[in-house]
């Protein structure tokens, strides 16, 4: 049950931040968003605000969403059939349309033939025992009762996602991601702030651990490598390479203490890894920390950058090594991860989380039919062509891409549920 709990939340905070950038710069383009929930489901509270946006909270606690007005993304509440109620101003203007099945006595029932709420602004049909079709005008700042009861506003034109500039399509898009981004940010940062220091990355050595090569070799904290066998080191990541390359080996290390340039002949220690049974070289000595502010909130940023680095590097692998399904997760490895971070205490549930959201982010930027990419590749189509596809064109571009996603993701899932058993 904690990890359950523990996995809701984390993948609950990352998918709402990821929201909150849609939102956030969806208002800021001038685009309607109808409903930001927070959970899914049944809904349990609702409220809207002065701008017309109903913020939700539902049942259960798995992410959330925005709805779009227009994009596809908010399907037309009121069609042709429906019987509906309305509330009329002073001037017969229509102020709410009542589409659920709570009815209030002030209304007026009317059944629906037409209706246009984003051009025209109009609603027509038959009132009850009238024979006569009547068209009401709406306001375009009216609400919607939907059927399942939530209280959304209508959409006129202007204010759809389909009136915004590219520009700002664009960047309502890419803000999803980038909020992801910065999450990763901050908690990588948290963590810096939490860890004795910040490993420095150049070629000092820091602890050594007692009875290991490096140890026994009279290596010292503090020593500084300029070379390996007569290779100069300028950085952690060239020795490490270096070490791990040649397992079971002598090495000289020509190292730098204080004003004293010394020879030290290491024998590197042979370790097998567990997943692929290839053995490394391991010498049992630590990079050297940086304790500096500075240090702490630039690990924030380089994290965050190495999981998106690593994550181009993995998709660009397979155009050599070919497509590997153990190279994903889904919400089953998702959640087993998120359970063992749990039990390991808090600063590796937030280590998890900070991976977990600049691995959203990046993934979410791929250029395919349905994420976040994607509609950004239509944008910039729409700026060389001067105008947008037709619907139906994006519509089916979206569906195969949202068919293409479904079926990936019940594939990995099956992956994640096989490997559980080996």
């Known amino acids: 049950m904690r990890s359950i709990i523990g996995f809701l939340i984390v993948f609950s905070i990352i998918v709402i931040v990821h929201e909150l950038g849609h939102f956030i710069w969806a208002r800021r383009a001038g685009i309607l968003v109808r409903e930001f929930s927070v959970g899914m489901g049944p809904k349990l509270f609702s409220t809207q605000d002065a701008t017309g946006t109903t913020y939700t909270l539902r049942m259960l606690p798995m992410g959330g969403y925005v709805r779009l007005a227009g994009a596809g993304e908010d399907d037309e509440s009121i069609q042709a059939g429906m019987e509906v109620g309305l509330i009329l101003d002073d001037q017969g203007v229509v102020t709410q349309i009542n589409a659920s099945q709570d009815h209030q006595v002030e209304e007026l029932p009317l059944r629906v033939d037409q209706v246009d709420l984003t051009q025209a602004m109009t609603i027509q049909g038959f009132v009850t025992h009238q024979a006569e079709r009547q068209t009401f005008q709406v306001d375009r700042q009216a609400t919607i009762r939907e059927q399942a009861g939530t209280l959304v506003t209508v959409a006129p034109a202007e204010v759809t996602y389909e009136a915004a500039s590219p520009w700002n399509k664009f960047k309502m898009n890419v803000a999803g991601p980038v909020h992801n981004f910065i999450l990763s940010i901050v908690a990588f940062t948290i963590i810096g702030f939490s860890m004795p220091g910040i490993p420095s990355g150049d070629n000092t050595l ?200 479904i079926g990936f993701m019940l594939l990995v899932t099956w992956n994640d549920i096989s490997r559980l058993f080996q």
């Open 206 to 405: 820091g602890e050594i651990r007692e009875g290991e090569s490096a140890y026994q070799a009279g290596l010292q904290s503090g020593d500084v490598v300029e070379a390996i066998d007569g290779n100069a080191i300028t950085d952690w990541e060239e020795m490490v390479t270096y070490v791990q390359k040649h397992p079971g080996e002598e090495l000289v290390f020509t190292v730098q203490r204080g004003e004293e340039t010394l020879e030290k002949p290491v024998e590197i220690a042979a370790v097998k890894d567990q997943n692929t049974q290839e053995e490394y070289g391991q010498m049992g000595v630590y990079s050297s920390l940086d304790t500096s502010v500075k240090a702490r909130i630039l690990y924030g940023f380089t994290e965050t950058w190495a999981v998106i680095t690593a994550i181009v590097t993995t998709l660009a692998g397979m155009f050599k090594k070919g497509f590997d399904l153990n190279s994903f997760g889904g919400p089953v490895a998702m959640a087993q991860m998120t359970g063992q971070a749990v039990n390991s205490g808090f600063t590796t549930t937030l280590w998890l989380m900070g991976m977990l959201s600049a691995n959203l982010g990046a993934l979410n930027l791929l250029p395919l039919p349905a994420l976040d990419g994607g509609k950004i590749v239509l944008n910039g189509l729409e700026a060389v062509r001067g105008k947008p596809l037709s619907e139906s064109a994006e519509g089916l571009i979206n569906i195969l891409g949202f068919v293409f996603l």
